[in-house]
């Protein structure tokens, strides 16, 4: 398998979502754009390599109908926006190199709604939230990641039903809790890695300051996290 193949494998499989519920939109074909999976190919370009990445990149969910459209229409990339930008700059304070990572979503489909931010329309329906809990252990199993990385609220507490590694999670303690956002150890489907648990880069001015890992606080605290992060990496 190749980097570039794998939103192809994916997508080949994300039937495993279906039906969607009310206000959720199936997505027919994801674009080759550098722009989150499932509506773009969840990678950087690495020109004459072609290395699997390691971490995994998970943020909620991809977008709404309109935005999608959006990112047909216009030339530019998603990796333009605040999200990217941000991530940037916190991975590079860490030492991450963003084409060692693969960016997905925990919830498939796209919303049918004006607002893009909030909760999920489809976490109501627990059978389509537990079907989106099978497709993530999919894309673990697929992409098998050192490290995974979750972005906001509800990421880390829908990755928290994969594994009894990550209980501490639950109840969407991933981001609440001092000394919770790094997890090492953690066993998803016979594959053991490491997870950090980021507040979403869209908001992270409003809401970094709140996090605490052991005696950093703020946005050093996070990269304390992704610095022992990229440790268990080498």
């Known amino acids: 398998m190749k980097r570039d193949e794998i939103a192809r494998i994916l997508f080949n ?3 495993i979502v279906e039906p969607y519920p009310d206000k959720v939109v199936k997505i027919d074909d994801y674009i080759e754009k550098i722009a989150f999976f499932p509506g773009g190919l969840g990678v950087l370009p690495e020109e004459n390599n072609q290395m699997i990445p390691e971490i995994l990149i998970l943020g909620h969910d991809f977008s709404t109908v309109k935005e ?14 605040p999200t990217w930008r941000n ?17 997905s979503n925990v919830f498939m489909g796209l919303r049918d709604t004006e607002s893009m931010t909030g909760k999920f329309p489809g976490y109501k329906d627990k059978e389509f939230v537990n079907r989106c809990i099978e497709f993530l252990k999919y894309q673990v199993e697929i992409v098998k990641p050192k490290a995974i990385i979750t972005l906001g609220k509800y990421a880390p507490e829908m990755l928290s039903k994969t594994s009894v ?3 501490v999670w639950k109840n969407f303690n991933a981001l609440k809790s001092t000394d919770y956002g790094f997890v090492s150890g953690v066993n998803i489907g016979g594959a053991e890695c490491s ?3 980021l507040v979403h880069p869209s908001m992270r001015n409003s809401n970094v300051h ?18 022992e992060l990229v440790k268990e990496l080498k």
């Open 87 to 103: 991530m940037n700059l916190l991975f590079s304070s860490a030492g991450i190199n963003m084409k060692n990572c693969f960016f």
């Open 195 to 197: 997870c950090v648990a």
């Open 165 to 167: 590694d990550l209980n």
């Open 68 to 81: 999608f459209i959006k990112l047909k229409d216009v030339k530019i990339d998603e990796c333009n926006d």
């Open 13 to 15: 499989n994300i039937s």
């Open 210 to 227: 709140r996090r605490k890992y052991k005696l950093k606080n703020g946005n050093e605290a996070e990269i304390e996290m992704l610095k």
